[in-house]
């Protein structure tokens, strides 16, 4: 491929390939940093031919110079181009590595600060309205995306602790991950999840959950529960309209009220019974690390076939090694078993 040379009396002579080739790739590479399409087409054409004038960029773009040069102003501003030394008319881009990360760390700050404002507004307006009238405690939430768009609101306005009871039938007809859980775990708020244990023999739910354990919450299980529930600093809940097997997509929204002090409760008094789910703290001498993730899942209540799955092994393989640890521990049932082994601290 043949190459131009371009001179300049800033610098000396400099190559430059012929057309762009990032635009195609990356066309609105800035508008998440609160640009438009214009500021991304010239920077990204500014980083294959540097030094061009306004004039060059108008022509190679088609778009009118005085557009051009508004937004170069603007790239100027925001530390994405600069002029070259000695001369008002030629201009180069930013080291993207250099300039974007700016950019995103300083919208990032701008997001941040927005999100704590919106909080000390609400914060603001609760103290100066009138107390809600008992019809205006509930809400009713119907279709998924408006019950998607409430489960993301709650956990990313969250600031101390959400709780959530955990079982099928799922919107998605099974578990999908909890990204909004995660990003709230890595800003601080604590998590306790009660978790129906025959959900988790579902593909792949026990892996999520995992997950979620190892950045910090903290997990249960119970043989069964028929209900679920999620609860943000325990001033407001979401609930199904039902318990039924059907899902129906619809939900209750509950706000601060006797009826949200009644769900907490019911959270707690299930969480006081339930096993940890998690892994375990045993000497290494005392308990193997496939003995410690199957005490876990034995504790979550997960059948044979759903541990020798995620273990790698076959079922006959677990359930004599359950039989040599049930005997260990002097348990008389799996379930028993996995309850003495959170009281020796194994989990």
């Given amino acids: 491929m043949e190459l131009d040379v371009l001179t ?9 390939a012929g057309p762009p080739i990032y635009a195609a790739q990356m066309p609105s590479l ?21 030094r061009s004038t306004a004039a060059d960029l108008a022509s190679r773009l088609d778009i009118p110079i005085p557009r051009v040069r508004k937004a170069l102003q603007k790239l100027l501003d925001v530390g994405l181009a600069s002029r070259l030394v000695g001369t008002r008319n030629n201009y180069v881009a930013a080291p993207p590595e250099v300039a974007v990360d700016a950019l995103v760390t300083k919208r990032t700050q701008q997001l941040e600060q927005l999100r704590l404002n919106a909080h000390e507004l609400a914060l603001r307006v609760r103290s100066v309205l009138p107390p809600a009238e008992p019809s205006e405690l509930i809400q009713l939430v119907e279709g998924r995306e ?48 009660l978790y129906d244990a025959p959900g988790l023999a579902d593909a792949g739910h026990l892996d999520q959950v995992m997950e979620c354990i190892a950045a910090g919450e903290q997990a249960r299980s119970l043989p069964s529960v028929r209900m679920k529930m999620i609860i943000a600093d325990r001033s407001l809940a ?9 899902e129906t997509g619809t ?12 769900l907490v ?3 707690e008094s299930l969480w006081a019974q339930a096993t940890p789910i998690g892994a375990v703290a045993a000497s290494p001498h005392t308990v193997s690390e ?20 995620t273990l790698g ?20 049932t799996r379930f028993q078993a996995g309850l003495q082994a959170a009281r020796r601290g194994w989990l």
Avoid at 37 to 43: R, T
Avoid at 146 to 172: C, K, N, T, W
Avoid at 251 to 262: E, G, K, Q
Avoid at 314 to 332: F, N, P, Y
């Fill in 265 to 267: 409760l019911c959270f």
């Fill in 30 to 50: 800035l508008e998440p940093v609160g640009l438009a399409q214009i500021h991304s087409d010239l920077y990204l054409d500014l980083l294959t031919h540097p």
């Fill in 238 to 246: 979401l609930v199904p309209i039902s318990f039924s097997a059907a």
């Fill in 313 to 332: 092994v076959t079922e006959r393989t677990v359930g004599r090694r359950i039989q040599e640890l049930m005997a260990q521990l002097k348990a008389t």
């Fill in 146 to 193: 408006a019950v998607l768009h409430h489960l993301a609101r709650m956990q990313l306005g969250a600031r101390e602790e959400v709780v959530i009871i955990d079982s099928p039938p799922y919107l998605f007809g099974q578990p999908v991950v909890n990204s909004e859980e995660l990003q709230a775990l890595n800003r601080g708020v604590a998590y306790r999840c």
């Fill in 290 to 309: 496939q003995d410690k993730r199957l005490l876990s899942m034995l504790a979550g209540g997960l059948k044979d076939r759903a541990i020798a799955r």
């Fill in 251 to 262: 939900r209750i929204l509950v706000h601060a009220s006797p009826l949200l002090d009644a």
């Fill in 8 to 16: 300049d009396s800033a610098g000396p002579p400099l190559s430059r």
